[in-house]
Nanobody
Framework: QGQLVESGGGLVQAGGSLRLSCAAS????????MGWFRQAPGKEREFVCA????????SCKDSVKGRFAISKDNAKNTVYLQMNRLKPEDTAVYYC????????????????????WGQGTQVTVSS
């Protein structure tokens, strides 16, 4: 049974920064393709950023490019989401996701491609 544990959410003023972390513990595989999704009240869960199993490829949605950055530490099985210049529209519950079987440079950007999910962490950006 896989487990993903997120941390780092909170309340921040517009223009501020937060760093989300997600530690993965999934079977015997030590590296995973991972991603961050978010869900605002009344809206569907949407893709934010993703990183390949090796960490060599990344992708982010257009509205966060230049503000958010995803990275991972394979030795710690942990993925990070650095969020800068936050906006009120970034307010949502942020979810970490992991996929155990993946090419080393493949990035997965859709909900259905992931096998494991964290419990979510709230990010609130005040104006």
């Amino acid at each position: 049974q896989g487990q993903l544990v997120e941390s780092g959410g909170g309340l921040v003023q517009a223009g501020g920064s937060l760093r989300l972390s997600c530690a993965a513990s999934i079977g015997t595989s030590r590296t995973y393709a991972m991603g961050w999704f978010r869900q605002a009240p009344g809206k569907e869960r949407e893709f934010v950023c993703a990183i390949s199993r090796s960490g060599g490829s990344t992708s982010c949605k257009d509205s966060v490019k230049g503000r958010f950055a995803i990275s991972k530490d394979n030795a710690k099985n942990t993925v990070y989401l650095q969020m800068n210049r936050l906006k009120p529209e970034d307010t949502a519950v942020y979810y970490c996701a992991a996929r155990a079987g993946s090419g080393t440079m493949v990035v997965h950007t859709t909900y259905s491609e992931y096998d494991y999910w964290g419990q979510g962490t709230q990010v609130t950006v005040s104006s």
